[in-house]
């Protein structure tokens, strides 16, 4: 998983290492710099928000979120598993994708933050909502600091 995290980007990767009442929950979440198409063209970030807003995710429109006081988009959707070999899994997993642009970067940088879980088996279940939850509560307390 950390491999697979590395090769695609991504900066910080955050899974459950210890069973709490027995088990572990089946969720993650990964943070990772992106470039778009639109890398090089170096467009406002308000043209890339609305360009964001317009793509879909698992049939699913972004939003327009708040995120540490800048704006960024936001994407809500249940996604069939990956239909691999070596690791075959046969749930469907809710997802919850954040994009943001990095202050004081222009349009140049900007962080993915992409959430996962395959909650208790049902991707529309109470328990997996709450998860999904979870992570946009974590969100709220997401922050930037300068060097």
Do not use: I, N
């Amino acid at each position: 998983m950390a491999r697979e995290a590395r090769a695609g980007g991504g900066l910080d990767l955050y899974v459950p290492v210890k069973a709490r009442a027995g088990l572990v929950v089946g969720a993650s979440f990964v943070v990772a710099e992106v470039a778009g198409e639109w890398a090089g063209e170096e467009p406002g970030a308000e043209a890339v928000l609305g360009r964001l807003v317009g793509e879909e995710r698992g049939g699913a429109p972004g939003e327009v979120r708040e995120v540490a006081g800048t704006l960024g988009v936001r994407w809500e959707y249940v996604e069939p598993p990956a239909l691999r070999e070596s690791e075959p899994v046969e749930t469907c997993a809710r997802h919850v994708d954040y994009v943001v642009p990095v202050p004081r970067q222009g349009a140049g940088r900007w962080l993915a933050v992409a959430f996962s879980t395959v909650g208790d088996g049902d991707p529309g279940s109470e328990f997996t909502r709450a998860l999904a939850e979870l992570f946009d509560a974590l969100m709220t307390t997401f922050r930037w600091s300068y060097a």
